[in-house]
Nanobody, 118 residues
Framework: VQVVESGGGLVQAGGSLRLSCAAS????????MEWYRQAPGKQREMVAT???????NYADSVKGRFTISRGNVKNTVDLQMNSLKPEDTAVYYC?????????????WGQGTQVTVSS
């Protein structure tokens, strides 16, 4: 399984970015796709989740500003980030959880840098 993120970059505060994640090599089914982020010196934290039935969940810090959605291509997910703040600066990681009928296994991408300047 390969997970690849794209779309990071540098943006001014108040701006927008759209991240994309594509998972390939999936033999079984995906139970959830998630975005996490890790800022320097901080623990990795969940940002947004979308499950196989379309349910979504967001960290309180991004509610109302970020939107997770399925991409147009199978096994892809997007994260639309609006009203960005300097505290959103982090490496953003996509996690794909695969369900094989017995257990769930998360697969991670390499991450994409998002930098928000003040």
């Amino acid at each position: 399984v390969q997970v690849v993120e794209s779309g990071g970059g540098l943006v001014q505060a108040g701006g927008s970015l759209r991240l994309s994640c594509a998972a390939s090599g999936i033999v079984f089914s995906i139970s959830a796709m998630e975005w996490y982020r890790q800022a320097p010196g901080k623990q990795r934290e969940m940002v947004a989740t979308i499950t196989s039935d379309g349910s979504t969940n967001y960290a309180d810090s991004v509610k109302g500003r970020f939107t997770i959605s399925r991409g147009n291509v199978k096994n892809t997910v997007d994260l639309q980030m609006n009203s960005l703040k300097p505290e959103d600066t982090a490496v953003y990681y996509c996690s794909t959880t695969v369900w094989n009928g017995v257990s769930r296994t998360p697969y991670w991408g390499q991450g994409t840098q998002v930098t928000v300047s003040s």
